[in-house]
């Protein structure tokens, strides 16, 4: 089938207009910002419960999951990330862009891109329950509401990035 | 009104006051038997009349697939049963008011249908020289080979039959996994006649894209892309109508249905299946047959994605749906 | 009365925000990946310099969200206290921003992003995603360990507007001015940097995105003249409580939906109330210090031995939503902790039982055996499942 063209990006503050009004929508009916790492956490239980169940009820942690006597995964961060995803999709494929693809700078191999995916990836998921959530929930949600905690995440954020950001330079140029 | 309900649809939590409780077995037997089901008939219909837009390499595929993944679903069946060594009874007898009965006995027609599908679709010489020169054993192996020769002689003629009964089987199997909930009668939200048409759309919807994973011809695409969207579109309207269907019920039903329209299964009913699994994949198909292109795994990654979170949520809802209760 | 935001407030079934959400998600999602935040090429280049396309989506989001807020709440559309900010905990947020913000450079998305890296078909996305469910569970099981972290510094919900003591409104326009004032620098370090590796620089501050930019300074300024309308949600200066009734049915399915949405007060007095009360009640003599730092979001039902005529004048303090129960503790005890009388309608009974035993703990009692003819009972026994 015939290739299109990829379309260009819109510009960033633009795009952050119109970000800025979906989380304006979610204060306005939903009372609360948007979550996305919460949901991951939840998958996370769910997996576990079905390995363990006695495991993670006992759980100091986890057993906050169950405290409300729904299932699991029957939440709305779950449902939000799937309306991401879709969402995501569908822009992708409208602007050309959903091409089955790893993204990574020449230099480094498959192999590598995906080690460095999972690492980056479970350092994230710890770091965003220890926040109380990622950079949807806290940064994004909590800043606009001016949350001090919020906005020292966001800025703690930004350090961690340029603090180890050329030491990864090889994986992205 | 709720009296009656009562007395003549069985419609009462003391009648079967705890039916077993189905675990992850059977929605994934379900979900394997729908797939297997949209193998059959899509792969049986296609060869037998567009052949020219199919590949052989597709029958193939659908019915050593079917074989491989029906076996997997009744290992799935097999772990939920409760009194396992008795599994021969059902071949004792056939009951024709009992679509369990009709299940195994579809369940025993499917494996030689598919088998002889398979044998039809291999490659003769291929298989010939197989057999013969790698063959551990040259003899048994020689013998073997004049077996399936003749055998695929036999197929061959009468390869229009295989066909017809193979689609037959398919229909069959995919109409049975809905009608099997259909019948626990006190489970309010399965007791509807459209839940056999919807799962078979919804299987024959996953058969398609998962063939849609293998095809390699752009004309054999085109074909699979257009009985998806038939399939999901038709899939899309029984969904409709099933729940039009619960709504306009009796107050349990209304009920029941409450559970997918404004009750626990909400979210993942209208994400995962409304649009992750049907309206997602159709437009993405539409797009795909204009020419447009995306990634190849996402269509059938969504299409069976939906085809099993369709069955989870159903069984899943329909078993906390007890009349009463709610 | 505020009209917004619709859910949040308990006032609906959980279930209804689950549409609303996933729309919304649907959304954030369309243009995280329109920002190009679905691959993490673009992501990353925030931190070598040369695009910092994430830090002027993410502040023009914040910026808009906030002014919009902002105007909302000032208008009196939205009630500002029932939206939901996550409370502070300074060391948690400082040690799990750092670390995140590690992962997001070595995974090249953040959790959001990775999902919308994976809708592109990004296989790295998906792989960050697997990562983010493993890391969650490892938190989960390291948690006696990093507790101590986790809780440390708590300083509940902290707002820059409580810490510096001014209004939402003066807050989000000092904000936008300062964020405007931000992108002119980091347009001219796009510029530098892009020099520095002979690329060409984004450019990004066109004639539109000038006047996106314009609108919103114009906003926040405009919404500054909100300050002369009073704010009549200040605590103390509500002049009554306005009291809705709730009947003990309700209440109970309200705690078995959601046992933590509510919050519950037993003015029945001391004693009585710490002999027995509803599950999760606060005494009221208990909290009568702190009705003012009780959460507005969640409602609070009052009750006390029958019916309450007078509430005490503490509750006034309490900015959301009260409730009183009707008929008190006694209606209460009739209602949910007394065996439901089996003469009630069928469907009636199952539903107090169920309340009934969720409560009290006792099992619920089997409906009498059915008798059943022999055949039916050995096809029954044949495949405990299905077939």
Known sequence: MSQIKEKPLWNPYIAGVALG????????????????????????????????????????????????????????????????????????????????EIVKGPRVGVGWRLIAALSGGILMGFAARLARGCTSGQALSGGALLSVGSWIFMLAVFAGGYAVAALVRRQWQ | MLAVEIFTTRQNPAIDPSLAIWNWEIPVYLFLGGLVAGLLVVGALME???????????????????????????????????????????????????????????????????????????????????????????????????????????????RRRVLYVTASVGVGLG???????????????????????????????????????????????????????????IELVLLGLFLVDRMSGAQSERAAVSLLTSGPYTGAFF???????????????????????????????????????????????????????? | ?????????????????????????????????????????????????????????????????????????????????????????LFAHLVGGFVLGVGFIVSGYCPGTSIVGFASSKWDGLVTIAGVVVGSVLFGELYPLVKPLYLAQAKGVLTFSDLLGLRFEVLAAAVALFAVALFAIAEKAEGYFSRRRALEAPNTMTPVAKGALGTLIALALASTAFLLVP??????????????????????????????????????????????????????????????????????????????K???KQLSRFTGKVYRLDGGYQSWSEHVLRKPDPKLSPADYRLRLAVHSHFTGQTMQRPAPVVRPTVIRRKSKKGGGCL
């Open chain 1, 21 to 100: 009004l979906v989380l304006l929508a979610a204060f306005l009916v939903l009372g609360h910002g948007i979550g996305a790492s919460g949901a991951s956490s939840r998958l996370g239980v769910f997996l576990m419960n079905g390995v363990s169940e006695s495991h993670v009820h006992a759980s100091q942690y986890f057993a906050r999951y169950f405290a409300a006597g729904s299932h699991v995964l029957n939440d709305w961060l779950v449902f939000m990330v799937i309306g991401i995803f879709g969402g995501g999709l569908v822009s992708s494929v409208l602007g050309g862009r959903n091409k089955s």
């Open chain 2, 48 to 158: 037998l009349y567009w052949p020219e837009r199919w590949e052989r390499r597709l029958s193939r595929a659908s019915a050593g697939l079917g074989i491989a993944l029906l076996s997997l679903g009744m290992v799935a069946l097999f772990l939920d049963l409760a009194n396992k060594i008795h599994v021969y009874r059902f071949y004792l007898a056939f009951r024709p008011t009992s679509p369990m009965s009709w299940g195994a006995w579809i369940l025993l027609v499917a494996y030689p249908a598919m088998a002889l599908w398979l044998l039809a679709s291999l490659d003769a010489e291929w298989l010939d020289e197989a057999l013969r020169k790698r063959f551990p054993w040259p003899r048994l192996g020689a013998r073997f080979a004049s077996w399936l020769g003749r055998g695929q002689g036999f197929v061959e003629r009468h």
């Open chain 2, 175 to 233: 109409i049975y996994t809905g009608v099997l909930l259909q019948t626990l009668v006190a489970r309010p939200l399965w007791n509807s006649a459209l839940l056999g048409p919807l799962f078979l759309a919804s299987g024959v919807s996953a058969g398609a894209a998962f063939l849609l994973l293998i095809a390699k011809s752009d004309a054999a695409k085109a074909m699979l892309l257009r009985w998806d969207i038939a399939a999901l579109s």
């Open chain 2, 271 to 326: 994400g995962l299946v409304l649009l992750l699994g049907i309206l997602v994949p159709l437009w993405l198909e539409r797009r795909e047959l204009s020419g447009a292109a995306h990634s190849r795994f996402m269509v059938p990654a969504l299409v069976l994605l939906g085809g099993i979170a369709l069955r989870t949520i159903l069984v899943a809802a329909g078993q906390t749906s007890i009349t009463g209760l709610f």
């Open chain 3, 1 to 89: 009365m505020n009209l917004l935001p619709i859910f949040g407030t308990g006032q609906f079934p959980l279930a209804l925000e689950f549409i609303p959400a996933l729309i919304i998600g649907f959304g954030f999602g369309f243009v995280l990946e329109r920002s190009g935040f679905g691959r993490a090429s673009v992501l990353v280049a925030q931190f070598y310099g040369h695009d910092m396309r994430v830090f002027k989506v993410m502040f023009t989001a914040i910026v808009t969200a906030m002014i919009g807020v902002a105007i909302a709440s000032g208008a009196g559309v939205v009630d500002l206290k029932a939206i939901y900010v996550p409370e502070t905990f």
């Open chain 3, 231 to 308: 704010q009549d949600s200040d605590a103390g200066r509500r002049p009554k409580v306005h009291v809705t009734r709730i009947d003990a049915a309700a209440l109970a399915k309200r705690l078995i939906e959601r046992p933590r949405g509510i919050m519950l007060v037993d003015l029945r007095g001391p004693e009585a109330c710490k002999a027995k009360r509803i599950p999760l009640a606060y005494c009221f003599d208990q909290i009568a210090a702190q009705i003012e730092n009780l959460p507005s979001n969640r409602p609070l039902v009052v009750y006390g031995h029958s019916g309450t």
């Open chain 3, 310 to 312: 007078h509430l005490p």
